[in-house]
């Protein structure tokens, strides 16, 4: 039998490309003791990968050279050497960019089964996944929102901003998104159900984006949920009310160029603002508390979501590349199967 | 009787100046029942002055025009009309820029009667008074730093940072002063027993600078104390360890001009860092703990502080600038008797 794999065979200087990567057919070995052959259905791509193909001081290990790209993967076990798994199951795991990946599945956690009735297989990538818990974390833990507060999230129709944003409403919250165009906005407030929602492509300078929050927030930000960084981040500090919380989960504005500054980082002071940035892996101990509320909100439909679906695996580059851009709308996957 | 105040006559277009104050005699009046009648001994001078200067949004109202400047005060009652005082007790308060003040002392706390037997009465304007409860909160309660860790506290000799660095040896940290000039830096190490401190006078950028504390917190940094902001606390970002702490208490660099900006803020992301910011006066619960351990080590003689006295309130205004530019050499004070 033989694997499609994509390797990170180079580094990016500045803006990634398609050359980074590459197509390698491999033979599948035979399965060893503990191990089972997951077949992979979907793939995930997340903004976390662009840092991971940095050489970077980051929050983990660069991804190695000359390897199988990671991510996130769900799919249905072919064949098992392990009592707790036999072929049909659906499971979730961190394959990587490949078609079939051999799983040591005696280290624990490495992988989940999954209920594909109840909520559909692909979700477990997206709100009932690692965005979802991202989302759960960075807005219960971090931010805290009490009712009648206002929290902002920015790449409001993606994966994790999608989910922040519902949370809140449901916690009482004013919740105000950022996107990117007209439809992704159109989205975010009539479908996901935001008070309000941005277009930060009609506002060229921090400025402008400031006055367009002040008239969605007219109390204020009392939270904000910041996957882009840069200016959109800049904006939402001069409308913070003090005490503000800024969980910090991505910065994907800065992550093909040179550093992004912070314009006022005396607002921190001077709004006495909590800025703190989380990498969700970290933080196991919620997964299932978190999990469990994602999964019945996702299953009751009162969590909706949004998925971009890229076809096969040799389009996994050009369509992370897309995301890096903001042209997915919803949560980037790769259909395999 | 006459008293002498110092008014606030202008703002600040940039660097503030001795045009923006004025010296006026004003008539003292009579006292009303409830009143005490209070000579002030010293006068602090304290850098969060500069930020009440301006007209900006800001932690606090902006101290108002053609009235007494703000600004704590220790003295000796001389004229009571409030059963609680009689002439000749030792007082606090926030009397401002003038050689007498009329107290309403109905007002619960704003006048505290103070033991200058065992301490001096200065010294609760310093170690035992805002500064050194500034000092306490920021780092016992932002940064709580563990036995081990090692802290950073910039602009280290003076009235916060002495105190910052000494709580953490107390606590079994390794305390890293930044000062500016070798006179300084000797005082915070050979006086105050800091591990090490760093004259940012030496390195005039961040690149040098970031390596300079490299060597002096070889295991890295993991909670940061911030007086300064600009390229010391850029240099000290670049050296925080995973889940580092920063309690962003002043950015003295940015008072005069225009904001500086943070150069690279996806470091809060990538460590995982907190960034807090504080103004002690919103935290009135932790005074009285603080204050007790403080005067405490200072009757001990193991909390050691050193002042810098101006003499006669017409100083007060180029101390005060003085104090602005780092001429000053710990605690900044104005003797008025």
Not at 11 to 38: H, I, M, Y
Not at 58 to 63: F, L, T, V, W
Not at 110 to 137: C, E, F, N
Not at 287 to 303: H, S
């Amino acid at each position: 039998m033989t694997n499609r794999q994509i390797l990170l065979v180079s580094r990016p200087q500045g803006e990634a490309s398609v050359d980074n990567f590459k197509l390698v057919e491999t033979p599948l070995p035979l399965l060893a003791d503990g191990q089972v052959l997951v077949r992979h259905h979907y793939l995930s791509l997340d903004p976390y990968m662009r840092m991971r193909m940095n050489d970077a001081k980051s929050y983990a290990a660069p991804q190695p050279l000359n390897q199988v790209m990671i991510g996130g993967t769900v799919g249905v076990v072919v064949e098992s050497k392990h009592a707790g798994y036999k072929p049909g199951d659906t499971v979730r795991g961190m394959g990587g960019w490949q078609e079939y990946a051999i799983v040591d599945a005696t280290q624990r956690g490495v992988l989940q089964k999954v209920d594909a009735q109840r909520i559909p297989l692909s979700a477990y990538l997206g709100a009932v996944g690692m965005p979802g818990v991202t989302a759960w974390y960075g807005l219960l833990k971090l931010i805290q929102p009490q009712p009648g507060q206002t929290v902002v999230v920015s790449a409001a129709s993606g994966a994790v901003g999608s989910v922040v944003g519902q949370l809140a409403r449901l916690r009482g919250c004013r919740a105000i998104g950022i996107a990117g165009g007209p439809d992704k906005c159109h989205y975010v407030t009539s479908e996901l159900g935001f008070d309000a929602c941005i277009d930060y492509k009609q506002h060229p300078d921090e400025a402008s984006l400031a006055a367009a929050l002040k008239e969605a927030a007219p109390d204020g930000i009392d939270g904000c949920f910041e996957n882009v960084g840069g200016m959109v981040l800049d904006a939402v500090m001069l409308q913070m009310n003090a005490f503000g919380r800024i969980a910090l989960c991505g910065m994907i504005s800065g992550y093909d160029s040179r550093p992004i500054p912070m314009a006022r980082p005396q607002l921190i002071l001077t709004q006495r603002m909590r800025v703190e940035g989380f990498i969700i892996s970290e933080h196991m101990e919620v997964w299932p508390e978190a999990l469990q509320e994602l999964g019945e909100l996702v299953a009751a439909g009162r969590l909706k979501y949004r998925e971009s679906v890229a076809q096969g695996l040799e389009n996994a580059p050009q369509a992370f590349l897309g995301m890096l851009k903001g042209r997915n709308f919803g949560k980037q996957l790769v259909k395999l199967v």
